[in-house]
């Protein structure tokens, strides 16, 4: 039934051709099939590289000064060590993204406060929905960083 | 000849044997009267000029969905698929008419289709049941829900998946069934842009309609092989060198591959202005016709072509056009919310389930609803489906204004930022850039629900011109203007709707409900 139902029909069929088959690897095999490994490589996503840079001598931990609102948004961030000693004289940028593409970013800086503590005052939500805040640390020549999701209410 | 046995074998065309033209087809300025655009048309590999680019964009696509930073803002998947084609198609759709499908990267795999083809035992039919539209509806509607459901937007991996999948299914389908079945029958982005480009300010027309009944082949619809002498083989008419009018190179002319016939065309849907039709006919007798927005929609242009599923189509994506953009404001998220308590239910996939069956039932009712008492008015005492199928077309049109708008407004805030976008693909992979991520905002925001509401105006103007034509075309002198009054109120309201959804501040969330607190 199958078969008549899928060669019934106004479309004339194809002619078949007499086909005979080789064994032997062609270059659109291997092209077909370096195709299909690369696209198994890619069964899950990939971590975001962007986000968790660092060799671990930096430890990043960034909170919201006040409760999430669209408006001023300051972020603390603390620098430390692995022992927890504060790091200063780091630089500190903060990128804050929304999950929909085209949104301008807001871009701010973070000035040291000392111990470690270093403040983004100028940090600001422009919508409310979810964003991503990326941390960007550069001390000593290295970079680091980290992530901070934050969901903003409505008004 | 192979394309006589063929063109009996799909069937006949019947002829009108007076003269001029077969059918209403506008009579307007020629756009390939414009210089050098009827070469460009004609030449053999114009398609293929703008498939390469789209399809090295569809590459940085996959690239940079699969294995680049996964943040919507920063990816090339995300902003390219969901930002900047979504904008560009309504523009063009708007100006010109269908341009992606016309530079579509998809059909690039219809030669490794055609090889694949010989490696089956049996080619198949596309089936008879499923020749209509309904499967797209089926398949639109899994789209706009998954689309929710997973977060798309927000996924460049998911997204960089969707198009291999769109690239897969577009063989697989080539493959086994007759070339084009996929553009007609399948495709969802194509059969959306079909529905939307039904306001464009073009058509495909037959230039002489008297040279197409002359015409013995109709290459236009069959396609045709040129050579200087003829073939041993052949796998459509022969018709040497020295018979094209405007050569146009030897080889093989592939005719239209969603069965339309030029000189018949009274609609833009499942025209993917290919240019397949240019190309093939000998006679250069084909034209790309400018025309009034919204004139093929007051001509009941879908009579022959299934109209029922066809109209449901474009009926549908108006309604569902409101919930895509519905489900961007916050007044959604407290619907949600309410839903949720009533439901006894945090499933989210479940949610978006009912509302947009809510919406599509509310939006069918509304338009056949305002349908039937269109008839009622104008003295008409016809079934509902009857007057639905007479003014069904109207929503069409309102259809372009929400989606033309909602698509606008999100090219317009962030298609700048396709520049510091792509710096950023080559930056992540260690390359020395620093994108500027100021760059991104083509208009103030304060211009923007202004353009929103301009798009608006447009297109409830050309909705209001189908309903006017529709009215005086089926109620004569006498009853028109009564018949128009509740498709009036109608499209106001839809117009109303739309406005007061678009002028709502957005609120980007991930999840329907939020986060727990």
């Known amino acids: ?155 | 000849m192979a394309g006589a046995a063929r063109s009996a074998r799909r069937g006949r065309v019947e002829l009108p044997v007076n003269q001029g033209p077969f059918v209403d087809q506008p009579r307007g300025f020629d756009l390939f009267r414009l210089p050098g655009l009827r070469r460009l048309a004609r030449f053999k590999y114009a398609r293929l000029i703008f498939q390469v680019p789209l399809l090295l964009l569809a590459l940085f696509v996959i690239v940079d969905g699969l294995t680049g930073r996964q943040v919507a803002p920063r990816n090339v998947a995300t902003s390219a698929v969901w930002l900047h084609y979504r904008g560009l198609v309504v523009i063009a759709i708007a100006l010109f008419g269908n341009a992606f499908c016309a530079a579509c990267p998809l059909m690039l795999t219809r030669g490794p289709s055609r090889w694949l083809k010989r490696l089956l035992p049996n080619s198949f039919n596309w089936p008879k049941a499923l020749r209509n539209k309904w499967l797209v509806i089926a398949i639109l509607l899994l789209f706009f829900l998954s689309y929710e459901v997973f977060d798309l937007w927000a996924s460049p991996w998911l997204t960089a998946w969707l198009a291999i999948g769109y690239f897969g299914a577009a063989l697989a389908i080539d493959t086994l069934f007759p070339a084009g079945t996929f553009c007609r029958y399948v495709c969802p982005l194509g059969n959306f842009n079909f529905a939307l480009s039904t306001v464009s300010p073009t058509q495909i027309t037959a230039v002489d309609p008297d040279v197409c009944r002359a015409c013995e082949h109709k290459p236009c619809l069959h396609g045709r092989e040129t050579y200087a002498a003829a073939p041993a083989t052949s796998q459509a008419a022969f018709i040497p060198l020295t018979d094209i009018t405007n050569p146009n190179g030897t080889g093989y002319f592939p005719g239209c591959e969603t069965d339309l016939f030029v000189p018949t065309i009274t609609s833009n849907m499942d025209c993917t202005l290919c240019m397949n039709c240019v190309r093939a006919c000998p006679y250069d007798n084909v034209a790309l016709t400018v025309r009034t927005p919204g004139r093929e929609l007051a001509r009941d242009p879908w009579a022959r072509r299934g109209r029922l599923a066809v109209l449901a189509m474009g009926v549908l994506l108006a309604f569902w056009g409101v919930m895509n953009a519905l489900a961007m404001i916050t007044p959604f998220y407290d619907l949600a919310a309410r839903v949720s308590a009533f439901l006894s239910t945090r499933n989210e996939a479940l949610l978006l389930i009912v509302l947009y069956a809510a919406v599509t039932v509310l939006g069918l009712a509304a338009t056949v609803g305002a349908s039937w008492l269109a008839d009622r008015a104008g003295g008409k005492n016809t079934a509902p489906m009857q007057a639905f199928r007479r003014w069904g077309y109207v929503t069409v049109a309102l259809g372009f204004s929400f989606w033309g708008a909602h698509y606008l407004f999100h090219f317009l805030t962030g298609a700048l930022a396709i520049v510091p976008v792509f710096e950023h693909f080559f930056e992540y992979r260690g390359w020395l850039l620093d994108p500027n991520w100021r760059l991104a905002q083509m208009v103030p925001t304060r211009w923007l629900f202004p353009i929103q509401a301009f798009v608006a105006v447009v297109y409830t103007s050309v909705a209001l011109y189908v309903a006017v034509r529709i009215a005086r075309r089926d109620f004569g002198t006498r009853n028109w203007v009564l018949a128009l009054w509740p498709m009036l109120i109608y499209v106001l309201l839809f117009t109303a709707l739309q406005l007061i959804i678009l002028a709502q501040p957005m609120e980007m969330r991930g999840t329907v409900l939020g986060p727990l607190p």
């Open chain 1, 1 to 155: 039934m199958l078969r008549r139902l899928f060669t019934s029909g106004r479309f004339p069929a194809v002619p078949v051709r007499n086909v005979t088959f080789s064994l032997e690897p062609s270059a659109a095999h291997l092209l077909g099939l370096l195709l299909v490994v690369t696209l198994l490589s890619a069964c899950k996503p990939p971590p975001d590289r962007a986000a968790t840079q660092g060799d671990g001598s930096v430890v990043i931990v960034a909170e919201l000064v006040e409760p999430p609102a669209i408006g001023p948004a300051p972020v603390v961030v603390r620098l430390t060590d692995p022992e927890g000693e504060g790091i200063d004289g780091a630089s500190v940028r903060l990128e804050g993204d929304m999950t929909h593409a085209g949104m301008v970013p807001v871009l701010a800086d973070a000035v040291g406060a000392g111990d470690g503590v270093y403040r983004a005052n100028d940090m600001h939500f422009t919508m409310a929905g979810d964003w991503i805040i990326t941390i960007t640390v550069t001390a000593d020549g290295k970079r680091s960083s980290s992530v901070l999701l934050v969901n903003v209410p409505a008004r």
